[in-house]
């Protein structure tokens, strides 16, 4: 009779997991077809020790548990689980200690489990084998695999709840439900063959909410906030594919969620617990939390690879000898600390995927078969890690911020209730999350969204801004924009999942994975990640290469057991981010709502779950030898992290309210006691002026020793260490920044920008710094560089008249002055000069003042005794661009520097046409400044001050008191027109004139008005220039040899 191989396999796993059940009672009520069994109280300690989750489990219970099975269709009808109520609370384990502790008890009960498993196996075999000799062991095997193929699943009810401190998390899903499915991903009753070796299974998840409340100190919850996520359906595609019908684990497992929409809301108040739950994400990532102490060897046993026992202990061990370089070994310098995905949660995600799949191995013993017969096959099965994607995808994502108030009844002895007002929403659509794992050697995630934005709603602190009575529109209110919209792009984002019907598993073929990671890097660049997203690229990629090997450290090469035939494994990080073009704006609304998460987010008092250990070297470490030294050269794992911006805007306005001074105390860390009050009613400003800012990249590298501490003891300990060595032990980064300019823009009350009126021309930059690791390690050589820094500006030109100047420092004043709404207010005579109509000409045209200065590097380096800076200048030049005879403008120098100034005194100097120097001139200001770290002891060490200064021109002309001495004048009836906002460069191109390449020295040049940067400041050249003026003109020279 099948009752007889089916109902221990049901039994054992019911028995597993749940107290105080008689197994002649439930034995007797499956043989019926139904089991019904109330008010059940689940195995803890079974669940802790089988799942290794750094969490304890307080309380878990199941109100009611039914079981169905068909047994004359037992074939073609799914086996039916359905949990009614389903409560389960979890708190994080108390410490490291309890962790240890755990650890050794879950091997010890483990090791009484499968003792206990190997006891009553026999007692099995022995009850199963004589029930019906005539069926053939096969199609028992055939049968049975079916059967448990197409189980279906149903838990209505699920309460999980995880409680922290002050913290109380709780997930409620109303319904969940997993059965096997076909090709259409319709319900069916499958089974995997000779010609598909491929199962298919569905997860819908109904109304699933979860809610963030902060409990008092005697465990209650005074005030309920809003749910994080309200009653949000999602599903879930899982796709298994085996080598052969006798895997017992598939070979390719995938497991791909969907979200067509997502709806956050999150309360001041909740923010900070959100922001430790993330916190408690990333530690346990890291394994911050849950490390063992100083000291104390891991038992190879608490992390086996499979919770089944697939791997074994002796195998642990080679594995995690063979995680890092040779050279570390002779000193245990990795005997605390693993491999972040060997000791994080990756690795407890890891050991649980392929368990969720695969049955008990004492399900072949039911069957009757020789277990000798498939110890081979299952020793194949073990020596390979199957590939794992996961996936999650969410079409349209929104995350809104609310403010929170306590709000009174009318009765005096009515309870207070929380009253929130919406302030800020985020918008996000096309979301892929993906992460690819093939056991410990190789792990991938990509994340990347399409598009987003970020819009103000309502008011803030007060200021009505974006009430419903305000009728601003959307496009004011949206802050910040990246990215494309959804439905241009298309369905990118989900290109190759299992919802995407081009993908290889939705054709009838087998998908083919980048498991290299030369070929991962050439597959997907920036360029690839951008064209599938266009937003938001992140790759984050691990490896684990064995040098000597064939290529990538799979998991036959950990399995051999002999470790001298390994070679160096060598461990390799790499994070690179890519953000699309993106419109930032930051005026009077957007600031205060960000400022004002900020605050929120640091009104807490949680402890950092990672404790910072001291930096204190151990003097009793041996020394390497240089054996191992060279070794140590080969190769040093690092971190490194590469963030890019393209195409960048940047959008700064001036302040419509101010309110700055109840904010900014608190994000400096001070207690900001005081009350305001609420404001005046909003009153927008239009024209509103800014300033707008363009870059067209913005590059950022990061690279880091991936385990400094013990590299720094090691390295730190030699005599002589190399440059090589020495270079890996600071943390370097660097920044460049292409493309950057800036210029003043004006919106109208129709939502429009001016064109822009440039006040920096396009310039690149540079910048250059280390930190030394653990720098109390290398106190005793005060020759080592603690930090140092480079800084490198080949050019920058900044031109602007009197009036672009005034109404810059209008814009800054109103950030800079605290005060009401509409506190202060532009001048619009001031308005009408800088942002002059197009086509209509001034009669009384500014002079606009252009400075440059060239060949900028600053250099900087402290050590443990001093702190050093040097610089050089290559040259500075100042001019002033004036309006000339017939229309035309001339160029009137006046200050340049390098000048040779040697004949001076003749009057041959002043008229003479002088052609610009060799560019190996030296610089104009060379300096190196030298302090002591500790100003008591300067009268040993001293200070230094070097310095250089080449000739300096300066010429005084009376344009520069006319550019000094303007005010803004009215004028009669003529308004500013504003054009609507074109994508122009803040630079206007020019064609070259003959006259740019006469002298500057013998004649003003004449030149139509433009805002290039004039060819006497950007020239990259070292001349020696002083202009012949009128009589008005006077002459000072300063010459520095």
């Not at 096959?377 to 073990?382: D, L, N, V």
């Not at 056991?439 to 991938?444: H, I, Q, S, V």
């Not at 927008?684 to 990061?702: C, M, W």
């Not at 202060?824 to 109509?837: I, P």
Request: one cysteine or more.
């Amino acid at each position: 009779m099948l009752e007889s191989y089916v109902t221990p396999i049901l039994m054992s796993y019911v028995n597993r997991y749940i107290k105080n059940l008689k197994p002649s009672d439930l034995q007797l009520s499956l043989w019926g077809g139904d089991v019904v069994l109330s008010k059940l109280e689940l195995k803890l300690d079974v669940l802790e020790q089988e799942l290794k989750l750094p969490f304890t489990f307080l309380s878990g219970h199941i109100h009611e548990l039914r079981i169905h099975v068909p047994w004359t269709k037992l074939g073609s009808e799914p086996v039916v689980i359905t949990i009614n109520t389903m409560e389960c609370i979890l708190k994080l384990k108390d410490g490291i200690q309890d962790d240890h502790e755990s650890c050794g008890s879950n091997s010890t009960n483990r090791s009484a489990t499968e003792n206990t498993k190997s006891s009553v196996k026999p007692r099995r075999i022995q009850q199963a084998a004589p029930t019906d000799p005539d069926l053939p062991p096969g199609y028992v095997q055939s049968l049975i695999r079916r059967v448990v193929n197409n189980v279906n699943i149903v838990i209505n009810n699920l309460i999980l709840k995880y409680v922290e401190d002050d913290i109380v998390l709780s997930v409620n899903i109303t319904s969940a439900e997993c059965y096997t499915v076909g090709e259409l991903w319709d319900r069916a009753f499958m089974d995997i063959s000779a010609t598909d070796l491929v199962l298919r299974k569905v997860i819908n998840f109904s109304d699933c909410t979860v809610c963030l409340d902060k409990r008092n100190a005697s465990g209650k919850i005074e005030f309920y906030q809003d749910p994080l996520l309200y009653k949000c359906s999602f599903r879930t595609r899982l796709h298994f594919t085996y080598d052969n019908l006798n895997s017992k684990m598939p070979s390719v497992i995938k497991i791909h969620t969907l979200v067509e929409s997502l709806k956050l809301s999150i309360t001041d108040q909740q923010l900070p617990m959100f922001i430790r739950i993330m916190q408690l994400g990333i530690a346990l990532y890291y394994g911050e939390i849950g490390n063992f102490k100083d000291g104390e060897m891991e038992e190879p046993t608490c992390h086996n690879k499979d919770m089944l026992g697939n791997i074994t202990g002796a195998e642990d061990e080679t594995r995690i000898d063979m995680q890092y370089p040779a050279q570390y070994k002779g000193q245990d310098l990795y005997s605390q600390q693993e491999d972040e995905q060997s000791q994080g949660w990756v690795s407890w995600a890891w050991s649980f995927v392929p368990a969720i799949v695969s049955y008990d191995d004492g399900e072949e013993d039911f069957l009757g078969n020789d277990p000798t017969s498939t110890l081979h096959q299952q020793k194949a099965q073990t020596l390979r890690d199957p590939i794992v994607s996961i996936g999650f995808y969410c079409t349209k994502a929104t995350v809104t911020f609310k403010l929170t108030e306590m709000q009174a009844e009318s009765s005096y002895y009515s309870p207070q209730k929380v009253k929130s007002r919406e302030v800020l929403c985020w918008e996000q659509e096309g979301t892929t999350v993906e992460a690819l794992m093939m056991g410990e050697p190789f792990f991938d995630c990509q994340i990347g969204f399409v598009g987003c934005r970020a819009l103000c709603l309502k008011g803030i602190m007060g200021v009505k801004d974006f009430e419903e009575n305000m009728n601003r529109s959307e496009t004011e209110a949206c802050f910040f924009i990246c990215g494309e919209n959804l439905s241009m792009k298309g369905l990118t984002y989900l290109t190759n999942s299992l919802f995407d019907y081009r993908s290889p598993e939705n054709n009838g073929t087998r998908a083919e994975f980048i498991l290299d990671a030369a070929h991962h890097k050439e597959t997907y660049t920036e360029i690839a990640g951008m064209q599938r997203f266009g937003a938001f690229y992140m790759d984050y990629l691990y490896t684990m290469e064995n040098i000597s090997g064939k290529g990538s450290a799979n998991q036959q090469d950990f399995s051999s057991g002999k470790s001298e035939d390994m070679g160096t494994v060598q461990e390799k990080s790499t994070k690179s981010l890519v953000i699309g073009p993106l419109d930032f704006r930051l005026d009077s609304s957007a600031v205060h709502r960000i400022l004002k998460m900020i605050v929120c987010a640091l009104e807490h008092e949680y402890e950092p779950y990672g404790g910072l250990k001291p930096d204190i070297k151990d003097e009793s470490e041996t020394i390497l030898n240089p054996e191992e030294v060279a070794s140590l050269e080969e190769y040093i794992p690092t971190r490194h992290t590469s963030v890019t911006l393209l195409k960048c805007t940047f959008t700064i306005f001036m302040a419509e309210f101010n309110l700055l001074d109840h904010l900014l105390p608190v994000i400096m860390g001070e207690k900001n006691s005081s009350n305001f009050l609420n404001a005046t009613n909003f009153q927008s400003l239009r024209p509103l002026p800014s300033i707008q800012i363009l870059v067209d990249k913005i590059n950022l590298e990061h690279s880091v020793p991936m385990y400094a501490e013990q590299l720094v003891h090691v390295v730190s300990s030699l005599t002589q260490p190399s440059d090589n060595l020495l270079h890996y032990c600071y943390a370097h980064c660097y920044l460049k920044i292409f493309g950057f300019q800036a210029g003043l823009t004006s919106l109208d009350c129709r939502g429009s920008y001016c064109l822009p009126v440039p006040i920096i021309p396009s310039f690149s930059t540079a910048l250059y710094g280390k930190l030394l690791k653990l720098p109390t390690c290398w106190t005793k050589r005060s020759q080592i560089a603690v930090t140092e820094g480079i800084f490198e500006l080949p050019n920058l030109t900044i031109q602007a008249t009197r009036a672009q100047t005034l109404l810059l420092q209008a814009i800054y004043q109103s950030w800079s002055h605290i005060g009401n709404v509409n506190s202060l207010s532009v001048n619009e005579a001031l308005m009408n000069e800088v942002f002059q109509t197009i086509g209509v000409k001034s009669k009384n045209p500014l002079p606009t003042l252009e400075g440059s200065i060239q060949n900028v590097e600053l250099k900087y380096c402290s050590t443990s005794l001093v702190k050093c800076a040097s610089g050089t200048m290559g040259s500075i030049k100042i001019c002033a661009k004036a309006p000339g005879d017939s229309g035309k403008e001339k160029l009137i120098p006046l200050l340049q520097g390098p000048s040779d100034t040697k004949d001076l005194h003749s009057s041959k100097w002043l008229n003479e046409s002088r052609k610009p120097e060799s560019l190996l001139a030296p610089d104009l200001i060379a300096f190196t400044v030298q302090v002591p770290q500790y100003m008591d002891y300067c009268h040993n060490s001293g200070a230094v001050l070097l310095c250089s200064v080449q000739g300096v021109a300066v010429n005084v002309d009376p344009v520069l008191y006319t550019w000094l001495i303007y005010q803004p004048q009215k004028r009669t009836s003529r308004h500013m027109q504003q054009q609507p906002v074109v994508a122009v460069p803040l630079v206007m191109p020019i064609s070259r004139r003959k006259d740019d390449e006469v002298s500057v020295g013998s004649a003003p040049l004449a030149k139509q008005q433009s805002y290039q940067a004039s060819e006497y400041a950007s020239s990259p050249i070292k001349t020696k220039t002083v202009t012949a003026r009128s009589s008005l003109q006077i002459k000072i020279i300063n010459i520095l040899p």
